[in-house]
């Protein structure tokens, strides 16, 4: 009775525990793990939720809400960070978000809304950089790019634009260091032997560009430049670095030239700081090479952040970052699919009848008692107490008859697959880790001590893969087997040492990416035969196969090695313009080249002669008054023309139509003809009541020029006028007589230009 009622008390227990396993799985646990799984993943963690507000103290719930609300946020996160891959930054701004309100504290969340902030950011730059290029805003579009790489430089978007830019450029990384559009107008010049002093006042007259002078300029050494249809730019740089001159830039239309002394340099050049993030190139190294090519004034280097700041000069940051960027290439990758396959064929027969080793025969003394008990010798016997029986009669083993024949068949295949860098070992070990004790004996007292060392038995492959550019890969492969071949006994007692077979096969192959290589032939193939019976038998011929027993063991085993080689990422190749640049001279690093650049026939008139492009009637202030050369013809060019096609010399006269009160302007005088020996004088009138002459000289209204190859001014002349008059009216500027010579003295016939009205308003 007492069994009955015990067997329904454990019955009961065990129902009210089922009620409470049932109660546990509420309904809103239930729903909310089946919303999940259909997908609605809001909707099943809020029943989740309610589940574990009505049960906190349920753990079960409690760890399912954590689990799932993990599982969704990393799911949503990876949603958001492939919409920013994509550029879908409202979407990839609205899962963060999401993320956000599932869990507050996500740090993945946060750093995922400040990676996109950043990315937006950068983006406008992108944009911005865009619609340069489209106005073909060179200048522009570069410095919103280098904005761009300073904060990210693997952005995928920069990196393609600053290779569109480069390949826009004459020579590479221009940008930033050219002069304003200002310095772009084309110039034609030629002195003899002219003041520096001169030639730059000439050029401001002209251009309307400032110049201001280190008190240490020799503005009186004398020069000489002949040039034609060049830029302004590009004709100030040849000047100065002819005559050990630097230049700074101060705005759009203003120069600061001093002295290119190491003095005036620290006093007038400025440093740039910036600070370079080596990614995947020991920084070490890479400061090593900046500072033996690029001479670098000052590096810091940061060992533990892996960048290293540096201070110099705009050109020798500029240089550095492209130093930098075509050295800090990722360290090339490859996957090495490796198939081992170890083959085992055993073959092992035994066959004949296998008699036994011994036959042992006992004499006992004193024989045996009633009971059969061998009666104990006395301690001297004779002869006649020693007893024969069959009982002490015995055999060490029976006759038996070996019919037996054992294949045994073992294939062992392993398939790993490795990631290994560039120039780095790998080792792949298949096996154990055999114990090996060994006895050391110290001291005077011979105290033995064992240590324990173990060794590694088993498949063992080592490879270093080298990729090469041209995705090639050449592994060097060591494959070891070893296994115990048996034990051997030690010194101490009861120890013994293992031994062990080894099979090594090392050897250098090349492959190309994803062609499978094979190595085979690593054989061990043992052949064991025996033959045992009974003495005499076995040496007969025909006796020794009916009554001997034959042991056949042999054992095959080979190894074969598959290794296909998969590169994962290898270096990208530079382009020409990448990686070929201009890096300044010995004495200034990343100094841009000094060169001139051909542009169209259409030059200012400045102090030298050359064609115009056009004529700025106004210095220092408003719009040009006269036309430029898309909307009026060059007089200029239409005389180098006639020159061209054998016409007579002539005398071109230029200035402009309309002139504002009290403003400044130029009148342009040159000489058009191939011949280069001509000398000739003329005399240039102008109203003195309506324009004042600024070039010194009395205020008569006549002027007298003298135009040559040997005359400081060269072939043409440039006069400053301003208008002086208080009221509107109408100026005439004209020339009024021109006599002109050969180096022989011969006269000759020059066509002189008509005047010019210029209305004053």
């Not at 070891?480 to 071949?485: G, P, Y």
Request: glycine content about 6%; overall charge neutral.
């Amino acid at each position: 009775m007492k069994s009955v009622r015990f067997f329904f008390i454990v019955l009961l227990l065990t129902l009210l525990m089922s009620c409470a396993q049932l109660a546990t799985r509420n309904s809103a646990f239930l729903e909310g793990q089946q919303l999940i799984a259909q997908g609605q993943l809001d909707a099943g963690l809020k029943k989740l939720e309610q589940s574990a507000y009505e049960e906190p103290d349920n753990k079960e719930i409690r760890t399912v809400l954590t689990r799932q609300r993990e599982a969704i946020a990393n799911q949503i996160l990876n949603e958001a960070e492939n919409a920013r891959a994509a550029g879908n930054y409202d979407v990839a701004e609205q899962q963060y978000r999401h993320v956000q309100g599932i869990n507050p504290n996500s740090e993945r969340a946060k750093a995922g809304l400040e990676a996109l902030y950043l990315d937006r950011h950068q983006q406008l730059f992108i944009n911005q950089a865009r619609e340069s290029l489209a106005r073909n805003d060179v200048e522009g579009a570069e410095a919103a790019v280098r904005a761009v790489l300073q904060e990210n430089p693997m952005n995928g978007d920069a990196r393609l634009l600053i290779r569109e830019i480069n390949q826009r450029l004459s020579r590479a990384e221009e940008p930033g260091l050219a002069l304003m559009t200002t310095f772009d107008k084309p110039i034609t010049m030629e002195f003899r032997d002219a003041s520096l002093k001169t030639i730059f006042e000439l050029i401001s007259r002209t251009a309307g560009i400032n110049f201001i002078f280190d008190k240490s300029v020799q503005q009186e050494s004398k020069t000489s430049i002949f040039v034609r249809d060049n830029r302004i730019e590009d004709v100030l740089k040849l000047l100065l670095v002819t005559n050990q001159l630097a230049y700074k830039i101060l705005n759009d239309n203003s120069l600061l030239i001093y002295p290119d002394t190491p003095a005036k340099q620290k006093e007038y050049q400025e440093l740039v700081v910036r600070s370079f993030h080596v990614v995947n190139t020991d920084v070490k190294q890479m400061v090593s090479m900046i500072r033996g090519l690029v001479k670098a004034k000052d590096i810091y280097v940061n060992e533990k952040l892996n960048l290293f700041v540096m201070r110099d000069t705009l050109e020798a940051i500029r240089l550095v970052e492209r130093l930098v960027a075509i050295n800090d290439f990722p360290d090339p990758e490859v996957m090495l699919d490796v198939e081992v396959l170890e083959v085992n064929r055993n073959n092992v027969a035994k066959l004949g009848p296998n008699f036994p080793g011994s036959i042992t025969y006992t004499a006992n003394p004193g024989g045996t008692d009633a009971s059969g008990n061998p009666i104990a010798a006395a301690a001297t016997t004779t002869l006649d107490q020693v007893t024969f029986g069959l009982k002490n009669f015995s055999v060490s083993n029976q006759v038996v008859i070996d019919l037996r024949k054992d294949l045994t068949f073992n294939d062992l295949l392993a398939n790993p697959r490795i990631r290994v860098k560039n120039r780095e070992k790998a080792k792949i070990l298949i096996g154990s880790r055999q114990p090996i004790i060994t006895s050391n004996v110290t001291g005077t007292a011979a105290t033995v001590s064992q240590s324990v060392t173990f060794i590694d038995v088993g498949l063992k492959l080592e490879v270093e893969p080298v990729i090469s550019p041209n995705n090639e890969v050449a592994i060097k492969v060591m494959l070891e087997v070893s296994s115990i071949t048996g034990f051997e006994a030690g010194t101490t007692a009861g120890s013994r040492f293992p031994v062990v077979g080894t099979r090594t096969a090392e050897t250098l192959l090349s492959s190309n990416d994803g062609e499978t290589h094979v190595l085979a032939g690593l054989i061990n193939d043992d052949d064991k035969r025996s033959l045992g019976g009974i003495p005499g038998l076995i040496d007969t011929p025909i006796l020794n196969r009916l009554f001997g027993n034959q042991n056949l063991n042999r054992q095959k085993t080979e190894i074969i090695l598959l290794i296909t080689p998969r590169i994962v990422r290898n270096v990208t190749q530079p382009t020409k313009l990448e990686s070929e640049f201009y890096s300044g001279t010995a004495n200034a690093a990343g100094r841009l080249q000094t060169s001139i650049r051909k542009t169209l026939p259409q030059s200012l008139a400045l102090a030298p002669s050359g064609p115009v492009s056009s004529a700025p009637s106004v210095f220092g202030g408003a719009q040009p008054a006269a036309p430029t050369a898309e909307s009026a013809p060059n007089p200029f060019a239409a005389a180098a023309a006639q020159q061209a096609g054998g016409a007579s010399p002539s005398l071109t006269l230029l200035a402009p139509t309309t002139v504002p009160m009290d403003r400044e302007f130029t009148a342009t005088v040159r000489l058009v003809t191939q011949k280069t020996n001509l000398v000739s004088e003329l005399n240039l009138t102008y109203d003195k009541d309506l324009l004042e002459a600024l070039d010194g000289g009395e205020k008569s209204g006549v002027r007298t020029i003298k135009l040559g190859r040997e005359e400081p001014s060269g072939m043409t002349t440039v006069l400053r006028f301003k208008a002086v008059s208080p009221n509107p009216g109408t100026a005439e500027i004209a020339v009024q007589s021109l006599t002109a010579q050969d180096d022989k003295g011969n006269p000759v016939e020059v066509s002189l230009p008509p005047p010019i009205s210029v209305e004053i308003h």
